[in-house]
């Protein structure tokens, strides 16, 4: 099994892909929020393209002001106050006036200011579902309208779930799909050497690592050289970030 795609399954994908981008119009416009833009990550300037290779901001979706292709812009998601917030937050919000909100209170819409965004970019009303992907991908969908919809907090507390299952799915299907290469884990990784990894991360060197997990210097070097090699990177540091994308490394207190 070579974990490549055949014909029949990416032309199926692409079906798949394309199922979704109109229902992804079609709820935009039961909300009332017809202007649709999409990223696949955005941290890539590449837009994301439908099966015949043109942008779906062309071909499906469009956007309030006609003359903003964010698409084209190549440096739009440093600038864009609502892209930034989605690299701050993991579930859908939705913004009246440049005002945030969500199903829950979530501190970091506290400490944006969208109003700006909002009237730059035209939006009145718009929900916003940022998709976290495996490997630190960010994209996102966004559903916007130049009028102010009144009944917005009601439809998004009734469908915030679908639409943040129905964003990563189109995001997810569309990075598999143009993946160039696929990343395998071969063989998992033990306690140990995620131990190692977490307090190597947190900036502790070899000498302190076995002193808090209580084994030797050199065998500390032994499980970060193990888990590198598993990783498929090279050296410390890449192997920290490589395990930190893939969520082996979270948060620790020293």
């Not at 440096?75 to 993991?90: P, Y």
């Amino acid at each position: 099994m070579t974990g490549e795609p055949d014909s029949a399954a990416r032309s199926e994908d692409e079906s798949r892909l394309q199922a979704m981008a109109d229902k992804i119009a079609d709820i935009g416009a039961e909300m009332g929020l017809p202007f649709i833009a999409v990223s696949a990550d955005i941290s890539d300037p590449d837009p994301m393209l439908d099966a015949n290779g043109v942008p779906f901001a062309e071909s499906r979706f469009r956007w309030i002001d006609p003359d903003l292709v964010y698409w084209k812009d190549r440096s739009f998601a440093l600038r864009s106050d609502v892209l930034r917030t989605c690299r701050l937050v993991a579930e859908p919000f939705y913004l009246m006036d440049g005002q945030a909100y969500s199903w829950r209170h979530i501190n970091a819409l506290e400490d944006v200011d969208l109003t700006k965004a909002s009237k730059l970019y035209g939006m009145r009303s718009s929900v916003v579902c940022p998709c976290h992907l495996p490997l630190g991908v960010i994209g996102a969908i966004v559903w916007g309208s130049d009028t102010l919809i009144e009944e917005l907090p009601a439809f998004f507390k009734a469908h915030a779930e679908e639409l943040h299952i129905l964003a990563l799915k189109f995001i997810a299907t569309y990075r598999d799909m143009r993946l160039e290469r696929r990343t395998h884990l071969d063989e998992e990784l033990t306690r140990r050497e995620i131990q190692c990894l977490k307090w190597a991360a947190a900036g502790k060197t070899d000498a302190e690592i076995a002193v808090i997990v209580g084994i030797s210097a050199p065998t500390v070097r032994f499980h970060l050289t193990n888990a590198s090699r598993k990783l498929g990177v090279s050296g410390r540091t890449q192997a920290i970030h490589r395990a930190t994308k893939l969520g082996y490394v979270g948060a620790v207190t020293a």
